[in-house]
């Protein structure tokens, strides 16, 4: 569930909802517990866990505004998945370091925090006040752990009385956390062994399978809105001799710091894909097979003058021989593009090797490094 889909559930101010009576309250917590087990149980689908969670909260607590904070493990901040209450869109683009506010302080720690003052908590960050232009009284915060790691931190603003926050509300909100818990790691489950499908262990590229995939996808977009693409096929000349003389390992780290250096020297839109054994595959939407000849050049270059594995002090020099075909000029089919490009490619393996062919255009002439960056400097 994204922030934007939040504005589906009504803003209201909870601190004027009146509590739920006693023998009502606790039916209703028992019916939450069935209703967000059978959730987990029936469905992998997080949005779901988490709009219930979201509705229980709203209805039990009433807090007056709440959020749903997850962990960026890369980056060490906190980002809001989910914020409900007035000042939810100001949240959308704030990010928290972890360590800093009282959100960040329980995600470091992961322990319950519940400040009935902010004004007296030098943790408090009123940054995210100003942002929101709300005024933030009272915080309380519990980490979203699943085993030994937290996943995030649900928090609630202003949900604290004069009499403190109910031992009873804080164990209900605690076993929501767990249950949020157990579906942000189911989600980040099924999306891993998605990614296992179609990406490649060695260089995290896609592999062949999500290739055809894309391909199809492609084909199906540039025939509705009369686009051109094309692919570009590299194959490393003398890869094995790099087995042979520093091992598979190392071998595979190379191919590892290759799919890399693709994936930078890409656009966004752009696919790269290790094809099988020392093959690559770039996919250049919305590209003319003249564009794509320039990008096939710069990138045989980028593989040519480039030194490998260097930070191993291995200092390794290979040459690509490449290959491209462009959709419609060439083929309107998968197949045809994909044999085009190939045989583009192998025409450059069976002669001189280090080079670029181009399917009906044959071997093309490739500058050395040095005359073509001069011209590309002069062309601006």
């Known amino acids: 569930m994204s922030l934007d889909e939040i504005k589906q559930f009504p803003t209201v101010d909870r601190r004027r909802t009146p509590a739920l009576p006693e023998e009502r309250r606790e039916a209703g917590e028992v019916a939450v517990f069935q209703e967000l087990g059978k959730a987990l149980t029936s469905s992998l689908q997080l949005d779901q866990v988490l709009r219930t969670i979201m509705e229980k909260i709203d209805e039990f607590l009433r807090p007056d505004n709440w959020s749903l904070l997850l962990l960026d493990e890369a980056k060490q901040e906190l980002y809001f998945e989910l914020a ?23 995600a470091q720690h992961g322990e319950v925090v519940i400040v009935p003052d902010t004004t007296k908590d030098t943790r408090f960050f009123g940054k995210v006040d100003e942002k929101t232009k709300m005024e933030t009284r009272s915080i309380v915060a519990v980490p979203v752990r699943f085993r030994d790691t937290c996943l995030g931190v649900i928090e609630l603003i202003n949900c604290v009385g004069i009499d403190g926050f109910d ?150 020099h290979i040459t690509p021989s490449v290959g491209l075909a462009a959709y419609p000029i060439d083929s309107k089919t998968k197949e045809g593009l994909l044999h085009l490009a190939d045989e583009a490619m ?32 002069a062309a601006g």
């Open 84 to 106: 409900v209450g007035k000042a939810s869109q100001a949240l959308k683009d704030v990010r928290i370091k972890l360590g800093q506010g009282i959100a960040g302080w329980v």
């Open 167 to 316: 031992p009873r509300d804080l164990k209900l909100l605690e076993a929501l956390s767990d249950f949020a818990a157990i579906a942000l790691e189911n989600a980040r489950h099924v999306k891993r062994i998605h990614e296992l499908t179609i990406k490649d262990d060695c260089t995290s590229l896609y592999n062949a399978r999500h290739m055809g995939f894309i391909l199809d996808t492609e084909i199906y977009r540039s025939q509705r809105y009369n686009y051109e693409f094309s692919i570009v096929f590299i194959d490393l000349d003398h890869f094995k001799q790099v087995n042979d003389t520093h091992g598979h390992l190392v071998g595979s780290r190379l191919l590892a710091e290759m799919g890399e250096a693709l994936k930078t020297n890409c656009r966004l839109i752009d696919f790269a894909f290790r094809y099988g054994g020392d093959e690559f595959v770039i996919l250049l939407p919305q590209t003319s097979k003249d564009n794509a000849i320039n990008v096939a050049k710069r990138l045989h270059r980028l593989i040519r003058d480039s030194v490998w594995l260097k930070e191993e002090g291995l200092n390794i």
């Open 346 to 377: 192998y025409l450059v393996k069976n002669t001189n090797r280090d080079s670029v062919a181009a399917a009906n255009m044959g071997i093309l002439r490739t500058e050395d490094s040095t005359t073509t960056q001069a011209a590309e400097e």
